[in-house]
Protein backbone atom coordinates (compact mmCIF):
# COMPACT_ATOMS: atom_id res chain seq x y z
CA UNK A 1 0.00 0.00 0.00
CA UNK A 2 1.60 3.34 -1.50
CA UNK A 3 -1.48 5.70 -0.57
CA UNK A 4 -0.17 9.33 -0.80
CA UNK A 5 3.40 9.00 -1.17
CA UNK A 6 4.14 11.02 -4.14
CA UNK A 7 5.07 8.46 -6.18
CA UNK A 8 5.58 9.41 -9.73
CA UNK A 9 6.05 7.95 -13.06
CA UNK A 10 4.02 4.92 -14.83
CA UNK A 11 2.45 1.60 -13.52
CA UNK A 12 5.16 -0.73 -14.48
CA UNK A 13 4.25 -3.46 -16.57
CA UNK A 14 6.06 -6.00 -14.53
CA UNK A 15 2.82 -5.62 -12.05
CA UNK A 16 1.56 -7.90 -14.05
CA UNK A 17 3.97 -10.57 -12.33
CA UNK A 18 2.66 -10.27 -8.67
CA UNK A 19 -0.34 -12.81 -9.06
CA UNK A 20 -0.79 -13.40 -5.88
CA UNK A 21 -1.62 -10.00 -4.87
CA UNK A 22 -5.17 -9.34 -3.03
CA UNK A 23 -4.60 -5.15 -2.38
CA UNK A 24 -3.25 -2.52 -4.44
CA UNK A 25 -3.89 1.23 -3.24
CA UNK A 26 -1.75 3.80 -5.37
CA UNK A 27 -4.35 6.82 -4.53
CA UNK A 28 -3.01 10.27 -4.33
CA UNK A 29 0.34 10.06 -5.76
CA UNK A 30 1.26 11.61 -9.17
CA UNK A 31 0.90 8.21 -11.41
CA UNK A 32 1.12 8.91 -15.03
CA UNK A 33 0.25 7.00 -17.87
CA UNK A 34 -1.70 4.64 -18.91
CA UNK A 35 -3.03 2.02 -16.63
CA UNK A 36 -1.06 -0.87 -17.72
CA UNK A 37 -3.40 -4.47 -19.23
CA UNK A 38 -1.03 -6.63 -17.40
CA UNK A 39 -3.36 -5.13 -14.36
CA UNK A 40 -5.76 -8.18 -15.71
CA UNK A 41 -3.64 -11.26 -14.23
CA UNK A 42 -3.74 -10.33 -10.92
CA UNK A 43 -6.51 -12.72 -10.53
CA UNK A 44 -7.06 -12.79 -6.89
CA UNK A 45 -7.34 -8.97 -6.28
CA UNK A 46 -10.12 -7.74 -3.88
CA UNK A 47 -9.30 -4.41 -3.93
CA UNK A 48 -8.16 -2.04 -6.83
CA UNK A 49 -7.48 1.76 -5.90
CA UNK A 50 -5.93 3.81 -8.13
CA UNK A 51 -7.75 7.14 -7.36
CA UNK A 52 -6.75 10.96 -7.23
CA UNK A 53 -3.14 10.23 -9.72
CA UNK A 54 -3.58 11.51 -12.98
CA UNK A 55 -3.83 8.32 -14.89
CA UNK A 56 -5.22 8.91 -18.68
CA UNK A 57 -6.32 6.64 -21.67
CA UNK A 58 -9.04 3.95 -21.65
CA UNK A 59 -9.45 1.89 -18.75
CA UNK A 60 -7.75 -1.59 -20.41
CA UNK A 61 -10.42 -4.07 -21.34
CA UNK A 62 -8.51 -6.95 -18.99
CA UNK A 63 -10.01 -5.61 -16.05
CA UNK A 64 -12.80 -7.43 -16.52
CA UNK A 65 -10.27 -10.59 -15.73
CA UNK A 66 -10.72 -9.65 -12.44
CA UNK A 67 -13.43 -11.86 -11.29
CA UNK A 68 -12.64 -11.56 -7.44
CA UNK A 69 -12.43 -7.31 -6.87
CA UNK A 70 -14.38 -6.09 -4.53
CA UNK A 71 -13.65 -2.69 -4.43
CA UNK A 72 -12.78 -0.24 -7.45
CA UNK A 73 -11.52 2.98 -7.16
CA UNK A 74 -10.22 4.95 -10.44
CA UNK A 75 -11.71 8.37 -9.34
CA UNK A 76 -10.12 11.60 -9.76
CA UNK A 77 -8.12 10.59 -12.99
CA UNK A 78 -8.22 11.28 -16.83
CA UNK A 79 -9.13 8.28 -17.97
CA UNK A 80 -11.95 8.69 -21.13
CA UNK A 81 -13.53 5.26 -21.53
CA UNK A 82 -15.16 2.25 -19.59
CA UNK A 83 -14.99 -0.79 -21.75
CA UNK A 84 -17.86 -3.12 -21.36
CA UNK A 85 -15.55 -5.82 -19.81
CA UNK A 86 -16.18 -4.06 -16.36
CA UNK A 87 -19.48 -5.88 -16.46
CA UNK A 88 -18.01 -9.30 -15.61
CA UNK A 89 -16.86 -8.43 -12.11
CA UNK A 90 -19.84 -10.08 -10.68
CA UNK A 91 -18.61 -9.68 -7.19
CA UNK A 92 -17.93 -6.37 -7.42
CA UNK A 93 -19.32 -4.00 -4.32
CA UNK A 94 -18.00 -0.64 -4.85
CA UNK A 95 -17.39 0.81 -8.05
CA UNK A 96 -15.67 4.42 -8.20
CA UNK A 97 -15.44 6.36 -11.23
CA UNK A 98 -16.04 10.26 -10.31
CA UNK A 99 -14.49 13.24 -11.19
CA UNK A 100 -12.87 11.97 -14.79
CA UNK A 101 -14.47 13.96 -16.92
CA UNK A 102 -12.63 12.81 -20.17
CA UNK A 103 -15.49 10.05 -19.94
CA UNK A 104 -18.45 10.99 -22.23
CA UNK A 105 -21.26 9.09 -24.09
CA UNK A 106 -23.86 7.71 -22.43
CA UNK A 107 -24.06 6.07 -18.98
CA UNK A 108 -23.30 2.31 -19.85
CA UNK A 109 -25.76 -0.18 -19.15
CA UNK A 110 -23.48 -3.10 -18.58
CA UNK A 111 -22.58 -1.27 -15.33
CA UNK A 112 -26.10 -2.20 -14.52
CA UNK A 113 -25.40 -5.93 -14.86
CA UNK A 114 -23.18 -5.80 -11.61
CA UNK A 115 -25.89 -7.04 -9.53
CA UNK A 116 -23.52 -7.24 -6.49
CA UNK A 117 -23.05 -3.85 -6.12
CA UNK A 118 -23.70 -1.42 -3.15
CA UNK A 119 -22.21 1.90 -4.09
CA UNK A 120 -21.87 3.26 -7.35
CA UNK A 121 -20.08 6.82 -7.83
CA UNK A 122 -20.60 8.28 -11.05
CA UNK A 123 -20.41 11.96 -10.10
CA UNK A 124 -19.06 14.74 -12.56
CA UNK A 125 -18.37 12.84 -15.59
CA UNK A 126 -19.27 13.72 -19.05
CA UNK A 127 -22.19 11.66 -19.70
CA UNK A 128 -24.69 12.68 -22.05
CA UNK A 129 -28.34 11.06 -22.45
CA UNK A 130 -30.73 9.68 -19.51
CA UNK A 131 -30.70 7.73 -16.61
CA UNK A 132 -30.83 4.43 -18.06
CA UNK A 133 -34.05 2.15 -16.71
CA UNK A 134 -31.86 -0.37 -16.01
CA UNK A 135 -30.18 1.48 -13.12
CA UNK A 136 -33.33 -0.40 -11.35
CA UNK A 137 -31.52 -3.45 -11.22
CA UNK A 138 -29.11 -2.78 -8.97
CA UNK A 139 -31.17 -4.04 -5.80
CA UNK A 140 -28.53 -4.37 -3.43
CA UNK A 141 -27.15 -0.70 -4.23
CA UNK A 142 -27.37 1.06 -0.27
CA UNK A 143 -25.39 4.52 -1.90
CA UNK A 144 -25.85 5.80 -5.49
CA UNK A 145 -24.39 9.27 -6.52
CA UNK A 146 -25.12 10.57 -10.05
CA UNK A 147 -24.23 14.42 -9.25
CA UNK A 148 -22.80 17.16 -11.56
CA UNK A 149 -23.17 15.41 -15.19
CA UNK A 150 -24.26 18.93 -16.92
CA UNK A 151 -25.58 16.89 -20.08
CA UNK A 152 -27.45 14.54 -18.71
CA UNK A 153 -31.23 14.83 -19.12
CA UNK A 154 -34.43 12.98 -19.77
CA UNK A 155 -36.49 12.23 -15.75
CA UNK A 156 -35.47 10.24 -12.99
CA UNK A 157 -36.69 6.55 -13.97
CA UNK A 158 -39.36 5.04 -11.92
CA UNK A 159 -37.38 2.10 -11.51
CA UNK A 160 -35.74 3.95 -8.70
CA UNK A 161 -38.06 2.57 -6.71
CA UNK A 162 -36.36 -0.93 -7.18
CA UNK A 163 -33.58 -0.25 -5.04
CA UNK A 164 -34.98 -0.92 -1.22
CA UNK A 165 -31.63 -1.18 0.18
CA UNK A 166 -30.62 2.62 -0.71
CA UNK A 167 -29.89 4.86 2.09
CA UNK A 168 -27.84 7.55 0.44
CA UNK A 169 -29.29 9.01 -3.32
CA UNK A 170 -27.68 11.85 -4.68
CA UNK A 171 -28.86 13.02 -8.20
CA UNK A 172 -27.76 16.73 -7.85
CA UNK A 173 -26.38 19.76 -9.94
CA UNK A 174 -27.67 17.78 -13.05
CA UNK A 175 -29.59 21.16 -14.32
CA UNK A 176 -31.02 19.52 -17.61
CA UNK A 177 -32.36 16.79 -15.40
CA UNK A 178 -36.54 17.11 -15.61
CA UNK A 179 -39.66 15.64 -15.07
CA UNK A 180 -41.33 14.97 -11.81
CA UNK A 181 -40.21 13.20 -8.54
CA UNK A 182 -41.31 9.62 -9.16
CA UNK A 183 -43.91 8.23 -6.46
CA UNK A 184 -42.29 5.16 -6.13
CA UNK A 185 -39.20 7.00 -4.52
CA UNK A 186 -41.72 6.31 -1.31
CA UNK A 187 -40.31 2.37 -1.88
CA UNK A 188 -36.88 3.24 -0.41
CA UNK A 189 -37.91 3.29 3.00
CA UNK A 190 -34.19 2.69 4.23
CA UNK A 191 -33.01 6.18 2.64
CA UNK A 192 -31.17 8.02 5.11
CA UNK A 193 -30.28 10.91 2.57
CA UNK A 194 -31.93 12.06 -0.28
CA UNK A 195 -30.43 14.99 -2.83
CA UNK A 196 -32.44 15.42 -5.62
CA UNK A 197 -31.44 19.83 -5.62
CA UNK A 198 -29.69 22.07 -8.10
CA UNK A 199 -32.41 20.00 -11.25
CA UNK A 200 -34.99 21.56 -13.49
CA UNK A 201 -37.20 19.20 -11.51
CA UNK A 202 -41.16 20.30 -11.68
CA UNK A 203 -44.71 18.92 -10.44
CA UNK A 204 -45.43 18.52 -7.08
CA UNK A 205 -43.74 16.82 -4.41
CA UNK A 206 -44.98 13.17 -3.72
CA UNK A 207 -47.12 12.31 -0.60
CA UNK A 208 -45.12 8.81 -0.68
CA UNK A 209 -42.12 10.95 0.45
CA UNK A 210 -43.95 11.03 3.83
CA UNK A 211 -42.68 6.84 4.12
CA UNK A 212 -39.38 7.28 4.51
CA UNK A 213 -39.48 7.33 8.11
CA UNK A 214 -35.60 7.19 8.34
CA UNK A 215 -34.51 9.81 6.04
CA UNK A 216 -31.80 12.06 7.92
CA UNK A 217 -31.60 15.07 4.90
CA UNK A 218 -34.41 15.90 2.58
CA UNK A 219 -32.63 18.41 0.16
CA UNK A 220 -34.82 19.22 -2.86
CA UNK A 221 -34.16 23.17 -3.49
CA UNK A 222 -33.11 24.77 -6.97
CA UNK A 223 -35.92 23.33 -8.40
CA UNK A 224 -39.58 23.98 -9.90
CA UNK A 225 -41.64 22.28 -7.86
CA UNK A 226 -44.98 23.68 -7.36
CA UNK A 227 -48.22 22.85 -4.88
CA UNK A 228 -48.06 22.69 -1.44
CA UNK A 229 -45.73 21.03 1.10
CA UNK A 230 -47.14 17.81 1.87
CA UNK A 231 -48.69 17.19 5.23
CA UNK A 232 -46.92 13.71 5.40
CA UNK A 233 -43.60 15.66 5.82
CA UNK A 234 -44.30 15.15 9.91
CA UNK A 235 -43.84 11.79 9.47
CA UNK A 236 -40.17 12.04 9.19
CA UNK A 237 -39.29 11.98 12.94
CA UNK A 238 -36.15 11.57 12.31
CA UNK A 239 -35.31 14.27 9.80
CA UNK A 240 -32.02 16.75 10.54
CA UNK A 241 -32.37 18.94 7.48
CA UNK A 242 -35.13 19.97 5.36
CA UNK A 243 -34.44 22.26 2.34
CA UNK A 244 -36.92 23.29 -0.10
CA UNK A 245 -35.40 26.67 -0.84
CA UNK A 246 -36.25 28.45 -4.54
CA UNK A 247 -38.53 26.58 -5.68
CA UNK A 248 -42.36 27.86 -6.26
CA UNK A 249 -43.87 25.97 -3.34
CA UNK A 250 -47.32 27.76 -2.37
CA UNK A 251 -49.70 27.10 0.73
CA UNK A 252 -49.01 27.68 4.10
CA UNK A 253 -46.54 25.74 6.46
CA UNK A 254 -48.36 22.46 7.41
CA UNK A 255 -48.69 22.29 11.48
CA UNK A 256 -47.43 19.04 10.73
CA UNK A 257 -43.58 20.10 10.60
CA UNK A 258 -43.99 21.10 14.51
CA UNK A 259 -43.43 17.41 14.65
CA UNK A 260 -40.11 17.58 13.33
CA UNK A 261 -38.11 17.31 16.76
CA UNK A 262 -35.06 16.34 15.34
CA UNK A 263 -34.65 18.79 12.70
CA UNK A 264 -31.71 21.40 13.12
CA UNK A 265 -31.98 22.68 9.76
CA UNK A 266 -35.03 24.54 8.36
CA UNK A 267 -35.02 25.79 4.79
CA UNK A 268 -38.31 26.88 3.00
CA UNK A 269 -37.11 30.59 1.77
CA UNK A 270 -37.89 31.73 -1.99
CA UNK A 271 -40.97 30.23 -2.37
CA UNK A 272 -44.65 31.92 -2.73
CA UNK A 273 -45.93 30.20 0.76
CA UNK A 274 -48.13 32.34 2.17
CA UNK A 275 -50.36 32.28 6.03
CA UNK A 276 -48.74 33.05 8.97
CA UNK A 277 -45.01 31.69 10.60
CA UNK A 278 -47.02 28.86 12.70
CA UNK A 279 -46.48 29.18 16.89
CA UNK A 280 -45.75 25.41 16.58
CA UNK A 281 -42.22 26.00 15.30
CA UNK A 282 -41.46 26.59 18.20
CA UNK A 283 -41.65 23.21 19.22
CA UNK A 284 -38.24 22.63 17.07
CA UNK A 285 -36.23 23.04 20.00
CA UNK A 286 -32.90 21.30 18.28
CA UNK A 287 -33.30 23.86 15.17
CA UNK A 288 -30.02 25.69 14.34
CA UNK A 289 -30.72 27.79 10.88
CA UNK A 290 -34.56 28.35 9.96
CA UNK A 291 -34.71 30.98 7.18
CA UNK A 292 -38.04 31.52 5.62
CA UNK A 293 -37.29 34.46 3.83
CA UNK A 294 -38.33 35.51 0.76
CA UNK A 295 -42.13 34.64 0.92
CA UNK A 296 -45.72 35.92 1.06
CA UNK A 297 -45.76 35.16 5.06
CA UNK A 298 -48.12 37.77 7.32
CA UNK A 299 -49.04 38.38 10.76
CA UNK A 300 -46.56 38.80 13.92
CA UNK A 301 -43.72 36.74 14.71
CA UNK A 302 -44.73 34.23 16.55
CA UNK A 303 -43.21 34.19 20.50
CA UNK A 304 -42.70 30.91 20.51
CA UNK A 305 -39.93 31.82 18.30
CA UNK A 306 -38.16 32.39 21.89
CA UNK A 307 -38.03 28.95 22.87
CA UNK A 308 -35.26 27.88 20.44
CA UNK A 309 -31.96 28.15 23.01
CA UNK A 310 -29.76 26.68 20.04
CA UNK A 311 -30.61 28.87 17.17
CA UNK A 312 -27.73 30.22 15.13
CA UNK A 313 -29.58 32.25 11.78
CA UNK A 314 -32.90 33.59 12.28
CA UNK A 315 -33.77 34.85 8.36
CA UNK A 316 -37.19 36.29 8.02
CA UNK A 317 -36.50 38.73 5.78
CA UNK A 318 -39.01 40.17 2.44
CA UNK A 319 -41.80 39.06 3.17
CA UNK A 320 -45.31 40.77 5.00
CA UNK A 321 -44.85 40.70 8.55
CA UNK A 322 -46.19 43.06 10.78
CA UNK A 323 -46.22 43.41 14.55
CA UNK A 324 -43.86 44.15 16.93
CA UNK A 325 -40.17 42.19 17.70
CA UNK A 326 -41.02 39.85 19.88
CA UNK A 327 -39.24 40.83 23.55
CA UNK A 328 -38.84 37.06 24.46
CA UNK A 329 -36.05 37.26 21.42
CA UNK A 330 -33.67 37.67 23.70
CA UNK A 331 -33.82 34.23 24.73
CA UNK A 332 -31.68 33.38 21.84
CA UNK A 333 -28.59 33.33 23.33
CA UNK A 334 -26.69 31.73 20.62
CA UNK A 335 -27.96 33.43 17.62
CA UNK A 336 -25.36 34.87 14.76
CA UNK A 337 -27.49 36.12 12.45
CA UNK A 338 -31.17 37.76 13.22
CA UNK A 339 -32.45 39.33 10.02
CA UNK A 340 -36.15 40.57 9.76
CA UNK A 341 -35.43 43.14 7.54
CA UNK A 342 -37.99 44.51 4.68
CA UNK A 343 -40.99 43.23 6.51
CA UNK A 344 -44.03 46.05 7.94
CA UNK A 345 -42.46 45.65 11.90
CA UNK A 346 -43.16 48.50 13.96
CA UNK A 347 -42.81 49.97 17.24
CA UNK A 348 -39.25 49.58 19.26
CA UNK A 349 -36.22 47.92 19.00
CA UNK A 350 -36.08 45.56 22.62
CA UNK A 351 -34.16 46.52 24.70
CA UNK A 352 -33.29 42.66 25.22
CA UNK A 353 -31.48 42.64 21.74
CA UNK A 354 -28.58 43.38 24.16
CA UNK A 355 -28.65 39.85 25.55
CA UNK A 356 -27.74 38.18 22.66
CA UNK A 357 -23.65 38.40 23.45
CA UNK A 358 -23.23 36.12 20.17
CA UNK A 359 -24.82 38.12 17.74
CA UNK A 360 -22.26 38.85 14.44
CA UNK A 361 -25.50 40.32 12.05
CA UNK A 362 -28.58 41.99 12.84
CA UNK A 363 -30.82 43.85 9.87
CA UNK A 364 -33.78 45.47 11.01
CA UNK A 365 -33.74 47.42 8.23
CA UNK A 366 -36.54 48.74 5.68
CA UNK A 367 -39.79 48.31 8.66
CA UNK A 368 -41.57 50.83 10.68
CA UNK A 369 -39.59 51.03 13.60
CA UNK A 370 -39.57 53.46 16.15
CA UNK A 371 -38.14 54.99 18.77
CA UNK A 372 -34.35 55.04 19.93
CA UNK A 373 -31.42 52.75 18.87
CA UNK A 374 -31.10 50.66 22.62
CA UNK A 375 -27.66 51.49 23.88
CA UNK A 376 -28.07 47.83 25.07
CA UNK A 377 -26.64 47.13 21.90
CA UNK A 378 -23.25 48.30 22.87
CA UNK A 379 -23.44 44.82 24.90
CA UNK A 380 -22.63 42.90 21.35
CA UNK A 381 -18.81 43.08 21.20
CA UNK A 382 -18.95 40.56 18.45
CA UNK A 383 -21.51 42.32 15.75
CA UNK A 384 -19.64 42.98 12.52
CA UNK A 385 -23.28 44.32 10.65
CA UNK A 386 -25.35 46.45 12.10
CA UNK A 387 -28.48 47.49 9.77
CA UNK A 388 -31.32 49.96 11.35
CA UNK A 389 -31.75 51.81 8.31
CA UNK A 390 -35.31 52.85 6.25
CA UNK A 391 -37.41 52.92 9.69
CA UNK A 392 -38.35 55.77 11.74
CA UNK A 393 -35.54 55.95 14.95
CA UNK A 394 -35.23 59.04 16.53
CA UNK A 395 -33.28 59.83 19.21
CA UNK A 396 -29.81 60.49 19.71
CA UNK A 397 -26.10 58.04 18.54
CA UNK A 398 -25.42 56.74 21.88
CA UNK A 399 -21.89 56.76 22.32
CA UNK A 400 -21.86 52.71 23.25
CA UNK A 401 -21.84 52.95 19.55
CA UNK A 402 -17.72 52.71 20.13
CA UNK A 403 -18.14 49.65 22.06
CA UNK A 404 -18.42 47.60 18.77
CA UNK A 405 -14.85 46.87 18.07
CA UNK A 406 -15.82 44.21 15.56
CA UNK A 407 -18.10 46.55 13.64
CA UNK A 408 -17.66 46.24 9.39
CA UNK A 409 -20.68 47.84 8.35
CA UNK A 410 -23.14 50.31 9.72
CA UNK A 411 -26.01 51.69 8.53
CA UNK A 412 -28.23 54.21 9.89
CA UNK A 413 -29.38 55.96 6.93
CA UNK A 414 -33.30 57.04 6.10
CA UNK A 415 -34.01 58.03 9.72
CA UNK A 416 -34.65 60.72 11.91
CA UNK A 417 -31.86 60.53 14.43
CA UNK A 418 -30.48 63.72 15.67
CA UNK A 419 -27.50 65.35 17.81
CA UNK A 420 -23.71 64.97 17.48
CA UNK A 421 -22.41 62.26 15.84
CA UNK A 422 -20.58 60.69 19.55
CA UNK A 423 -16.72 61.11 18.73
CA UNK A 424 -16.44 57.57 20.14
CA UNK A 425 -16.82 56.69 16.47
CA UNK A 426 -13.62 56.92 16.47
CA UNK A 427 -13.10 53.51 18.53
CA UNK A 428 -14.46 51.36 15.44
CA UNK A 429 -11.07 50.26 13.80
CA UNK A 430 -12.18 47.64 11.51
CA UNK A 431 -15.15 49.84 9.97
CA UNK A 432 -15.32 49.30 6.09
CA UNK A 433 -19.26 51.15 5.28
CA UNK A 434 -21.05 53.78 7.10
CA UNK A 435 -23.88 55.20 6.13
CA UNK A 436 -25.63 57.83 7.95
CA UNK A 437 -27.02 59.85 5.00
CA UNK A 438 -30.99 60.84 5.65
CA UNK A 439 -31.06 61.89 9.31
CA UNK A 440 -30.43 64.99 11.10
CA UNK A 441 -27.10 63.96 12.73
CA UNK A 442 -24.06 67.02 12.97
CA UNK A 443 -20.86 66.93 13.97
CA UNK A 444 -17.44 65.43 12.34
CA UNK A 445 -16.15 62.31 11.64
CA UNK A 446 -12.44 62.67 12.50
CA UNK A 447 -9.99 62.65 10.08
CA UNK A 448 -7.71 60.10 11.70
CA UNK A 449 -10.71 57.89 11.53
CA UNK A 450 -10.46 57.98 7.42
CA UNK A 451 -6.87 57.60 7.15
CA UNK A 452 -7.35 54.23 9.16
CA UNK A 453 -10.52 53.00 7.86
CA UNK A 454 -10.54 53.01 3.89
CA UNK A 455 -13.91 52.23 2.60
CA UNK A 456 -17.40 54.21 1.98
CA UNK A 457 -19.01 56.83 4.06
CA UNK A 458 -22.03 58.22 2.85
CA UNK A 459 -22.92 61.53 5.13
CA UNK A 460 -25.69 64.50 4.77
CA UNK A 461 -22.11 66.48 3.70
CA UNK A 462 -24.26 70.06 4.33
CA UNK A 463 -24.49 68.89 8.29
CA UNK A 464 -21.49 66.34 8.89
CA UNK A 465 -17.84 67.56 8.55
CA UNK A 466 -15.74 64.81 6.94
CA UNK A 467 -12.61 64.38 4.96
CA UNK A 468 -13.54 61.04 3.50
CA UNK A 469 -17.65 60.82 3.00
CA UNK A 470 -19.57 61.58 -0.03
CA UNK A 471 -23.04 62.42 -0.54
CA UNK A 472 -25.11 59.08 -1.42
CA UNK A 473 -24.61 59.25 -5.05
CA UNK A 474 -21.03 59.14 -4.65
CA UNK A 475 -18.56 56.84 -2.61
CA UNK A 476 -14.78 57.10 -0.41
CA UNK A 477 -12.47 58.55 -2.63
CA UNK A 478 -9.34 56.12 -2.83
CA UNK A 479 -6.05 57.88 -3.32
CA UNK A 480 -4.62 56.17 -7.15
CA UNK A 481 -2.01 54.44 -7.07
CA UNK A 482 0.10 54.41 -10.54
CA UNK A 483 -0.77 50.65 -11.38
CA UNK A 484 -4.37 51.54 -11.16
CA UNK A 485 -3.48 54.50 -14.56
CA UNK A 486 -4.04 52.93 -18.07
CA UNK A 487 -1.52 51.37 -19.68
CA UNK A 488 -1.96 54.03 -22.65
CA UNK A 489 -2.13 57.43 -21.71
CA UNK A 490 -2.92 60.22 -24.79
CA UNK A 491 0.01 62.07 -27.20
CA UNK A 492 1.42 64.11 -27.18
CA UNK A 493 0.24 66.76 -24.48
CA UNK A 494 1.63 70.04 -24.77
CA UNK A 495 2.81 71.74 -21.12
CA UNK A 496 1.12 74.23 -19.70
CA UNK A 497 1.75 78.12 -19.77
CA UNK A 498 1.02 80.25 -16.58
CA UNK A 499 -1.40 82.21 -18.75
CA UNK A 500 -3.89 79.71 -18.73
CA UNK A 501 -3.46 79.51 -14.70
CA UNK A 502 -5.81 82.12 -13.19
CA UNK A 503 -3.98 85.03 -11.43
CA UNK A 504 -6.09 84.62 -8.49
CA UNK A 505 -4.51 81.30 -8.47
CA UNK A 506 -1.13 82.26 -8.65
CA UNK A 507 -0.50 83.67 -4.83
CA UNK A 508 3.03 83.47 -2.44
CA UNK A 509 0.62 81.20 -0.50
CA UNK A 510 1.28 78.52 -2.90
CA UNK A 511 4.22 76.35 -3.25
CA UNK A 512 5.95 75.96 -6.39
CA UNK A 513 3.91 73.56 -8.97
CA UNK A 514 5.77 70.79 -10.55
CA UNK A 515 6.14 70.39 -14.07
CA UNK A 516 2.38 70.40 -15.62
CA UNK A 517 1.44 69.30 -19.30
CA UNK A 518 -2.20 70.07 -20.43
CA UNK A 519 -4.42 70.16 -23.53
CA UNK A 520 -4.30 73.78 -24.63
CA UNK A 521 -8.00 74.78 -24.24
CA UNK A 522 -9.34 78.31 -22.82
CA UNK A 523 -12.66 76.43 -21.66
CA UNK A 524 -9.77 74.67 -18.81
CA UNK A 525 -9.43 78.07 -17.34
CA UNK A 526 -11.95 77.95 -13.95
CA UNK A 527 -13.90 80.87 -13.93
CA UNK A 528 -14.93 80.97 -10.15
CA UNK A 529 -12.85 82.44 -6.72
CA UNK A 530 -10.93 79.64 -5.36
CA UNK A 531 -12.33 78.33 -1.70
CA UNK A 532 -10.08 79.04 1.23
CA UNK A 533 -9.60 75.80 1.70
CA UNK A 534 -7.51 73.42 -0.05
CA UNK A 535 -7.87 69.76 -0.32
CA UNK A 536 -6.21 67.02 1.59
CA UNK A 537 -5.89 64.59 -1.53
CA UNK A 538 -6.89 64.39 -5.16
CA UNK A 539 -9.05 66.77 -7.77
CA UNK A 540 -10.85 66.73 -10.86
CA UNK A 541 -11.07 70.52 -12.18
CA UNK A 542 -13.34 71.15 -15.63
CA UNK A 543 -13.84 73.93 -18.50
CA UNK A 544 -16.70 75.07 -16.68
CA UNK A 545 -14.62 75.88 -13.22
CA UNK A 546 -16.22 73.23 -11.41
CA UNK A 547 -13.96 71.31 -9.26
CA UNK A 548 -14.83 67.44 -8.33
CA UNK A 549 -13.30 66.70 -5.27
CA UNK A 550 -11.69 63.34 -3.58
CA UNK A 551 -13.17 61.37 -6.61
CA UNK A 552 -11.80 58.03 -7.69
CA UNK A 553 -14.11 57.09 -10.07
CA UNK A 554 -11.49 58.88 -12.67
CA UNK A 555 -11.02 54.76 -12.94
CA UNK A 556 -14.13 53.98 -13.16
CA UNK A 557 -15.48 55.85 -16.60
CA UNK A 558 -15.42 59.46 -14.69
CA UNK A 559 -15.58 62.05 -16.91
CA UNK A 560 -16.40 65.47 -17.23
CA UNK A 561 -18.72 65.75 -20.39
CA UNK A 562 -17.81 63.47 -22.38
CA UNK A 563 -13.94 64.15 -21.28
CA UNK A 564 -11.39 61.70 -19.72
CA UNK A 565 -8.62 62.26 -17.29
CA UNK A 566 -5.93 61.02 -16.15
CA UNK A 567 -2.47 61.84 -14.00
CA UNK A 568 0.88 60.00 -13.60
CA UNK A 569 3.99 60.89 -11.18
CA UNK A 570 2.93 63.58 -10.09
CA UNK A 571 1.74 65.61 -13.69
CA UNK A 572 -1.04 66.58 -15.06
CA UNK A 573 -2.03 64.72 -18.08
CA UNK A 574 -5.47 65.67 -20.23
CA UNK A 575 -7.45 64.61 -22.57
CA UNK A 576 -9.98 67.42 -24.27
CA UNK A 577 -10.76 70.10 -21.56
CA UNK A 578 -10.46 68.07 -17.98
CA UNK A 579 -7.96 68.10 -15.98
CA UNK A 580 -6.80 65.86 -12.82
CA UNK A 581 -4.25 67.26 -10.45
CA UNK A 582 -2.75 64.37 -8.20
CA UNK A 583 -0.09 65.92 -6.40
CA UNK A 584 -0.87 68.48 -3.25
CA UNK A 585 1.53 71.14 -5.09
CA UNK A 586 -0.61 70.93 -7.94
CA UNK A 587 -3.64 70.68 -6.14
CA UNK A 588 -2.23 74.31 -4.23
CA UNK A 589 -1.42 75.85 -7.34
CA UNK A 590 -4.07 75.03 -9.44
CA UNK A 591 -7.07 74.05 -7.40
CA UNK A 592 -8.66 75.47 -4.91
CA UNK A 593 -12.03 73.46 -4.70
CA UNK A 594 -13.56 73.43 -1.01
Request: glycine share 8%; with cysteine.
Amino acid sequence: MFNSNELTGGIPTQIGDLTQLTKIRLSRNALKGEIPPEIGNLVQLKTLDLSYDQLVGSIPSEIGNLVRLKILNLSVNKLDAIPSEMGKLSQLEQLYLSSNWWISGTIPTHLCALLGLKGLFLDDISFTGTIPSEIGDLVQLETLHMSLIYDLTGTLPSEIGNLIYLKELLIESNDQLSGMIPSEIGHLVQLQTLHLYKNDLNGTIPTEIGNLTKLQELHLYTNQLTGSIPKEVGNLGKLRELFLYSNQLTGTIPTEVGSLVAIGKLDLSSNELYGTIPSHIGKLIQLQDLHLHRNEFTGEIPSEIGLLIDLKKLHFYSNQLTGIIPTNIGGLMDVKELKLNSNNLTETIPTEIGDLINLRKIDFSSNNLTGIIPTEVGNLPRLIIIHLNSNKLNGTLSSEIGDLGALENLSLHSNQLTGMIPSQIENLVHLENLWLYGNKLSGSIPFSFCERNPGIYQVDCEDVICHCCKEPECTQYTSPSISSFPSTMPSPIPSISPSMIPSVLLTSQYPTSPSLSVAPSSSLVPTREPCSKVPEDGCAICGDGKCVQNYNSIFKGFSCGNLELYALNGALQVVGDCAYFQSLEELALVCGCA
